[in-house]
């Protein structure tokens, strides 16, 4: 999943989801992909259980073994495990420099942390999958400030989640507290992972 570099509107239209936020393909072809697409199969429970599975995958860019280790991690916790999970995608360094507006997709935002672009507290970060917490400092290092990509996202982003914050003068955010599932945007049914996972 993570080095997935095919058609997004393919992916998109397996799941009828925009999953890699664009979903203009949606609009013009809302049906599955391939030959067989437009026919109506019934699916059963499992089938709709493992498609939720595989889109989270998709939308965060995360290999299986990666996933089953956060899903691992979740169970462990004390909470609602789906929520959980969620949390812990959510706390990914790629999501949130995403969340921050540093990047149009997760791709990009998990390019510009592998080319060390990015740094949490000072220091520079280089794992996409790094464990953000609450209280980092997440900025853009000095030496890529001026990079004109870099330098026209951090000074026209916004962040519209209640749970960071942007100061564009320094190029640098804040993780504020852990976000709550309403608060996560994402259309995702985490219940129906749980259950596959159960099984």
Do not use: C
């Not at 203009?24 to 026919?39: A, D, I, R, T």
């Not at 400030?145 to 942007?166: C, N, P």
């Amino acid at each position: 999943m993570a080095v997935y570099s095919g058609p997004k509107g393919k992916i998109e239209r397996r799941f009828n989801d925009s999953v890699f936020g664009s979903g203009k393909v949606l609009k013009k072809k809302n049906y599955p992909p391939g030959q067989h697409g437009k026919l109506r199969r019934k699916k059963t429970s499992y089938a709709y259980q493992l498609m939720e599975k595989q889109k989270v995958k998709h939308m965060y860019g995360l290999l299986e073994k990666q996933f089953k280790n956060l899903f691992s991690l979740a169970v462990k916790k004390k909470g609602v495990t789906g929520e959980l999970l969620i949390q812990l995608l959510e706390s990914r360094l790629d999501n949130i420099v995403y969340r921050l507006g540093l990047a149009p997709t997760r791709k990009a935002a998990r390019q510009l942390v592998s080319h060390k672009h990015i740094t949490i507290n000072g220091l520079i970060v280089n794992i996409p999958s790094y464990k953000t917490s609450v209280g980092d400092i997440v900025g853009v290092r000095e030496r890529s400030a001026s990079i004109e990509i870099i330098k026209e996202k951090a000074s026209t982003s916004f962040t519209k989640h209640a749970w960071l914050e942007w100061d564009k003068n320094v190029m640098k955010g804040k993780i504020l507290f852990q976000p709550s599932r309403a608060e996560i945007p994402e259309n995702i049914k985490e219940q129906s992972i749980v259950e596959l996972y159960s099984k």
